[in-house]
């Protein structure tokens, strides 16, 4: 009998064991980071923009290479990109915006330096992923006090990048005040969604602010003439502020755009914003 008693309870750890490890693997499936995902790589790690006290978001973000050195000391651009509608969250989902974009080079093992004026440039690149692609100007403005706040950002050289309703998030951002789109340096928005009509109507807020726009949107998609439209209203108020470049691509053409390299175009976006400053 003791012997039997024995028996089963051995049993019965094999039994738990097989479980624990088990939960353990599915745990590993659901939270465990690709290799790419290491929080020692220097191309690309997980952190967390903390908004207020109640809100945070889960970003992509990269320093320049010598940023924890301890004997850097520089305020380095910002540029904060903004993903589309089906690349958001509410779980920190981050694989989700390797598709598109900023977050898609940084994967690509791709370090953001330029030369831009005789001078090597590089940036601290922010991917704040937003629950549904459509952060509000509120959590931009917050985005941009954190990283001021917890990093060493150069105030005069932030720029905001953004594609589908990233770029329309920009946009709302730009077009809520004059204050905000001062704050702003240069910006990228690629393939906007429709505004409202009073965004559009704001547009003066950015010929106010002298913040250059660069608009992207290919012939083929949707929206391609409200995008020119946007561009034709901000240079209503101050001529060729805003540039409208078009390619002959659909919406989600847009890794070409944001190629770091010249393969597409020279100067490439990132270039273009580094010649601004506040």
């Known amino acids: 009998m003791k ?18 490890k088990g939960n353990d693997n599915d745990n590993d499936n659901h939270t465990s980071a690709p290799s790419y995902d290491s929080t020692h790589s220097p191309f690309m790690q997980r952190t967390i923009v903390q908004l207020d006290t109640y809100h945070k978001d889960s970003a992509w973000i990269q320093v320049p290479e010598h940023y924890y050195s301890g004997f850097d000391t520089e305020k380095y651009p910002l540029v904060i990109f903004f993903n589309g509608r089906y690349e958001g969250s509410d779980y920190g989902n981050l694989r989700a915006m390797l598709k598109w974009g900023v977050p898609k080079f940084m994967a690509d093992s791709i370090r953001f330096t330029f030369n831009v004026a005789g001078a090597n440039q590089q940036m601290i690149m922010l991917c704040p992923q937003s629950s549904n692609g459509y952060p509000s100007q509120y959590d931009i403005g917050k985005t941009i006090d954190y990283m001021l706040a917890k990093y060493r950002v150069d105030p005069s050289r932030i ?35 429709e505004l409202e009509t009073e965004k559009i109507a704001n547009m003066k807020f950015i010929a106010d602010a002298h913040t250059p726009v660069k608009i992207f949107c290919g012939r083929l998609d949707d929206g391609y003439f409200k995008n020119k439209s946007y561009a034709d209203e901000i240079n209503k108020y101050s001529p060729g502020l805003a540039v409208f470049t078009s390619y002959g691509g659909r919406h989600g053409s847009w890794n070409e755009r944001y190629d770091p390299s010249h393969a597409f175009y020279d100067p490439n976006m990132y270039e273009w914003m580094l010649q601004y400053h506040r």
Do not use: E, Q, W
């Not at 012997?3 to 624990?20: D, G, Q």
């Not at 720029?159 to 077009?175: D, E, M, P, W």
């Open 3 to 20: 012997m039997r008693s024995i028996v089963l309870t051995a049993l019965l750890l094999v039994v738990l064991v097989a479980c624990r």
């Open 159 to 193: 720029y905001l990048t953004g594609l589908s309703s990233g770029a329309a998030a920009v946009f709302s951002y730009l077009t809520y005040s004059v204050a905000n789109a001062s704050r702003i340096a240069a910006a990228v928005p690629m393939s906007s969604l």
